[in-house]
T-cell receptor
Protein backbone atom coordinates (compact mmCIF):
# COMPACT_ATOMS: atom_id res chain seq x y z
CA UNK A 1 0.00 0.00 0.00
CA UNK A 2 1.12 3.52 -0.76
CA UNK A 3 2.19 5.53 2.28
CA UNK A 4 -1.18 6.96 3.14
CA UNK A 5 -2.91 6.97 6.51
CA UNK A 6 -6.16 8.33 7.84
CA UNK A 7 -7.12 9.34 11.35
CA UNK A 8 -9.23 8.60 13.18
CA UNK A 9 -10.26 5.25 11.72
CA UNK A 10 -13.58 5.26 13.54
CA UNK A 11 -15.54 8.08 15.08
CA UNK A 12 -18.94 8.47 16.65
CA UNK A 13 -20.18 12.00 17.19
CA UNK A 14 -23.37 13.89 17.82
CA UNK A 15 -25.34 16.09 15.46
CA UNK A 16 -24.12 19.67 15.44
CA UNK A 17 -20.57 18.98 16.57
CA UNK A 18 -17.53 19.83 14.44
CA UNK A 19 -15.44 16.94 13.12
CA UNK A 20 -12.05 16.93 11.42
CA UNK A 21 -10.63 13.97 9.55
CA UNK A 22 -6.96 13.82 8.66
CA UNK A 23 -5.22 12.29 5.68
CA UNK A 24 -1.43 11.96 5.79
CA UNK A 25 0.83 10.80 2.96
CA UNK A 26 4.53 10.05 2.76
CA UNK A 27 4.68 9.81 -1.05
CA UNK A 28 5.04 13.54 -1.77
CA UNK A 29 2.18 13.24 -4.27
CA UNK A 30 0.70 16.45 -5.61
CA UNK A 31 -2.95 15.46 -5.74
CA UNK A 32 -5.12 14.53 -2.77
CA UNK A 33 -8.82 13.74 -2.65
CA UNK A 34 -11.62 13.13 -0.19
CA UNK A 35 -14.44 10.73 -1.11
CA UNK A 36 -17.43 9.43 0.72
CA UNK A 37 -18.78 5.96 0.11
CA UNK A 38 -22.40 5.04 0.72
CA UNK A 39 -24.34 1.93 -0.36
CA UNK A 40 -25.67 2.33 -3.89
CA UNK A 41 -23.67 5.47 -4.59
CA UNK A 42 -20.14 4.21 -5.09
CA UNK A 43 -17.38 6.74 -4.48
CA UNK A 44 -18.42 10.37 -4.55
CA UNK A 45 -15.86 13.17 -4.60
CA UNK A 46 -16.17 15.76 -1.83
CA UNK A 47 -13.12 17.98 -2.34
CA UNK A 48 -9.73 17.66 -3.89
CA UNK A 49 -6.37 19.42 -3.82
CA UNK A 50 -3.82 19.96 -6.56
CA UNK A 51 -1.18 21.54 -4.36
CA UNK A 52 -0.55 23.30 -1.06
CA UNK A 53 -3.38 25.75 -0.45
CA UNK A 54 -4.95 24.79 -3.81
CA UNK A 55 -8.28 23.06 -3.36
CA UNK A 56 -11.56 22.77 -5.20
CA UNK A 57 -15.04 21.33 -4.76
CA UNK A 58 -16.28 17.96 -5.88
CA UNK A 59 -19.82 16.81 -6.56
CA UNK A 60 -20.94 16.55 -2.89
CA UNK A 61 -19.10 19.42 -1.17
CA UNK A 62 -22.00 21.01 0.74
CA UNK A 63 -21.38 20.88 4.49
CA UNK A 64 -17.66 20.10 4.10
CA UNK A 65 -14.52 22.20 3.99
CA UNK A 66 -10.88 21.24 3.46
CA UNK A 67 -7.43 22.60 4.06
CA UNK A 68 -3.98 21.70 2.85
CA UNK A 69 -1.19 23.67 4.50
CA UNK A 70 1.48 21.04 3.83
CA UNK A 71 2.02 18.62 0.95
CA UNK A 72 1.60 15.62 3.22
CA UNK A 73 -1.62 16.57 5.03
CA UNK A 74 -5.16 17.08 3.75
CA UNK A 75 -7.85 17.82 6.33
CA UNK A 76 -11.59 17.38 5.88
CA UNK A 77 -13.84 19.31 8.27
CA UNK A 78 -17.53 18.92 8.93
CA UNK A 79 -18.38 22.24 10.55
CA UNK A 80 -21.63 20.99 12.07
CA UNK A 81 -22.14 17.27 11.56
CA UNK A 82 -25.53 15.95 10.44
CA UNK A 83 -26.86 12.39 10.33
CA UNK A 84 -26.71 12.49 6.51
CA UNK A 85 -22.94 12.71 6.82
CA UNK A 86 -22.74 9.27 8.40
CA UNK A 87 -20.55 7.45 5.90
CA UNK A 88 -17.19 5.89 5.19
CA UNK A 89 -14.66 8.51 4.12
CA UNK A 90 -11.71 7.66 1.93
CA UNK A 91 -8.72 9.81 1.20
CA UNK A 92 -6.81 9.19 -2.02
CA UNK A 93 -3.54 10.43 -3.47
CA UNK A 94 -2.17 10.62 -6.98
CA UNK A 95 1.21 11.57 -8.30
CA UNK A 96 0.37 12.28 -11.93
CA UNK A 97 -3.34 12.85 -11.57
CA UNK A 98 -4.44 9.50 -12.96
CA UNK A 99 -3.86 6.39 -10.84
CA UNK A 100 -5.23 6.90 -7.34
CA UNK A 101 -4.12 5.18 -4.14
CA UNK A 102 -6.63 5.06 -1.34
CA UNK A 103 -6.21 5.31 2.38
CA UNK A 104 -7.74 2.76 4.77
CA UNK A 105 -10.89 4.79 5.33
CA UNK A 106 -12.64 6.43 8.28
CA UNK A 107 -16.02 5.21 9.44
CA UNK A 108 -17.99 8.18 10.77
CA UNK A 109 -21.28 7.84 12.61
CA UNK A 110 -23.30 10.95 13.43
CA UNK A 111 -26.02 10.31 16.02
CA UNK B 1 -18.80 16.46 -17.61
CA UNK B 2 -17.95 12.79 -17.81
CA UNK B 3 -20.59 10.17 -17.02
CA UNK B 4 -19.66 6.53 -16.37
CA UNK B 5 -22.26 3.77 -16.35
CA UNK B 6 -21.33 0.38 -14.93
CA UNK B 7 -23.20 -2.91 -15.37
CA UNK B 8 -24.26 -5.18 -13.86
CA UNK B 9 -24.61 -3.94 -10.30
CA UNK B 10 -24.44 -7.51 -9.02
CA UNK B 11 -22.87 -10.56 -10.67
CA UNK B 12 -23.05 -14.06 -9.27
CA UNK B 13 -20.92 -16.85 -10.79
CA UNK B 14 -19.71 -20.32 -9.95
CA UNK B 15 -16.06 -20.88 -9.16
CA UNK B 16 -14.15 -21.47 -12.37
CA UNK B 17 -16.54 -19.48 -14.55
CA UNK B 18 -15.62 -16.23 -16.28
CA UNK B 19 -16.98 -12.85 -15.21
CA UNK B 20 -17.37 -9.74 -17.34
CA UNK B 21 -18.14 -6.24 -16.07
CA UNK B 22 -18.87 -3.46 -18.54
CA UNK B 23 -18.58 0.32 -18.34
CA UNK B 24 -19.54 3.03 -20.77
CA UNK B 25 -18.31 6.61 -20.72
CA UNK B 26 -19.54 9.78 -22.34
CA UNK B 27 -16.52 12.06 -22.81
CA UNK B 28 -14.53 11.16 -25.91
CA UNK B 29 -11.55 13.04 -24.42
CA UNK B 30 -11.17 10.45 -21.63
CA UNK B 31 -8.01 8.46 -22.12
CA UNK B 32 -7.29 6.65 -18.86
CA UNK B 33 -9.45 3.80 -17.55
CA UNK B 34 -8.54 2.11 -14.24
CA UNK B 35 -10.30 -0.72 -12.45
CA UNK B 36 -10.34 -0.98 -8.67
CA UNK B 37 -11.20 -3.92 -6.44
CA UNK B 38 -12.64 -3.36 -2.99
CA UNK B 39 -12.91 -6.27 -0.60
CA UNK B 40 -15.37 -6.06 2.25
CA UNK B 41 -14.22 -3.52 4.83
CA UNK B 42 -11.08 -2.63 2.88
CA UNK B 43 -9.92 0.21 0.69
CA UNK B 44 -10.30 0.23 -3.12
CA UNK B 45 -7.11 -0.98 -4.79
CA UNK B 46 -6.03 -0.70 -8.41
CA UNK B 47 -5.98 -4.06 -10.17
CA UNK B 48 -5.48 -3.07 -13.79
CA UNK B 49 -5.67 0.00 -16.00
CA UNK B 50 -5.62 0.82 -19.68
CA UNK B 51 -4.86 3.92 -21.69
CA UNK B 52 -6.57 4.93 -24.90
CA UNK B 53 -3.64 4.02 -27.14
CA UNK B 54 -4.10 0.34 -26.25
CA UNK B 55 -7.06 -1.92 -27.05
CA UNK B 56 -6.44 -4.70 -24.55
CA UNK B 57 -4.28 -5.41 -21.54
CA UNK B 58 -3.86 -8.65 -19.59
CA UNK B 59 -2.47 -9.54 -16.20
CA UNK B 60 -2.73 -13.23 -15.39
CA UNK B 61 -6.46 -14.01 -14.96
CA UNK B 62 -7.70 -10.46 -15.50
CA UNK B 63 -7.91 -8.44 -18.69
CA UNK B 64 -9.38 -5.14 -19.76
CA UNK B 65 -10.59 -4.27 -23.24
CA UNK B 66 -11.30 -0.81 -24.60
CA UNK B 67 -13.47 0.20 -27.54
CA UNK B 68 -12.90 3.91 -28.09
CA UNK B 69 -15.36 4.15 -30.95
CA UNK B 70 -18.20 2.77 -28.88
CA UNK B 71 -16.87 4.40 -25.71
CA UNK B 72 -16.97 1.33 -23.56
CA UNK B 73 -14.45 -0.78 -21.68
CA UNK B 74 -14.77 -4.10 -19.91
CA UNK B 75 -13.10 -6.11 -17.18
CA UNK B 76 -12.74 -9.83 -17.79
CA UNK B 77 -11.89 -12.28 -15.03
CA UNK B 78 -11.24 -15.88 -16.04
CA UNK B 79 -11.24 -18.98 -13.84
CA UNK B 80 -12.89 -17.09 -11.00
CA UNK B 81 -12.02 -18.01 -7.42
CA UNK B 82 -13.85 -17.25 -4.16
CA UNK B 83 -11.19 -14.65 -3.32
CA UNK B 84 -12.29 -12.69 -6.40
CA UNK B 85 -15.50 -11.88 -4.52
CA UNK B 86 -15.49 -8.11 -4.02
CA UNK B 87 -16.90 -4.86 -5.37
CA UNK B 88 -15.26 -3.72 -8.60
CA UNK B 89 -15.23 -0.08 -9.72
CA UNK B 90 -14.39 1.29 -13.13
CA UNK B 91 -13.33 4.88 -13.71
CA UNK B 92 -12.55 7.20 -16.59
CA UNK B 93 -10.50 10.36 -16.74
CA UNK B 94 -9.00 12.72 -19.24
CA UNK B 95 -5.26 13.11 -19.15
CA UNK B 96 -4.44 16.27 -17.27
CA UNK B 97 -7.82 16.60 -15.61
CA UNK B 98 -6.78 14.53 -12.53
CA UNK B 99 -10.43 14.05 -11.57
CA UNK B 100 -11.63 10.53 -12.41
CA UNK B 101 -15.30 9.71 -12.70
CA UNK B 102 -16.23 6.41 -11.07
CA UNK B 103 -18.91 3.92 -11.94
CA UNK B 104 -21.23 2.85 -9.14
CA UNK B 105 -19.60 -0.51 -8.69
CA UNK B 106 -20.33 -4.18 -9.34
CA UNK B 107 -20.62 -6.67 -6.52
CA UNK B 108 -19.07 -9.93 -7.76
CA UNK B 109 -19.94 -13.06 -5.82
CA UNK B 110 -18.06 -16.25 -6.63
CA UNK B 111 -19.72 -19.37 -5.24
CA UNK B 112 -17.42 -22.28 -4.33
Amino acid sequence: DAGITQSPRHKVTETGTPVTLRCHQTENHRYMYWYRQDPGHGLRLIHYSYGVKDTDKGEVSDGYSVSRSKTEDFLLTLESATSSQTSVYFCAISGQGDTQYFGPGTRLTVL
Amino acid sequence: GENVEQHPSTLSVQEGDSAVIKCTYSDSASNYFPWYKQELGKRPQLIIDIRSNVGEKKDQRIAVTLNKTAKHFSLHITETQPEDSAVYFCAASEGGSYIPTFGRGTSLIVHP
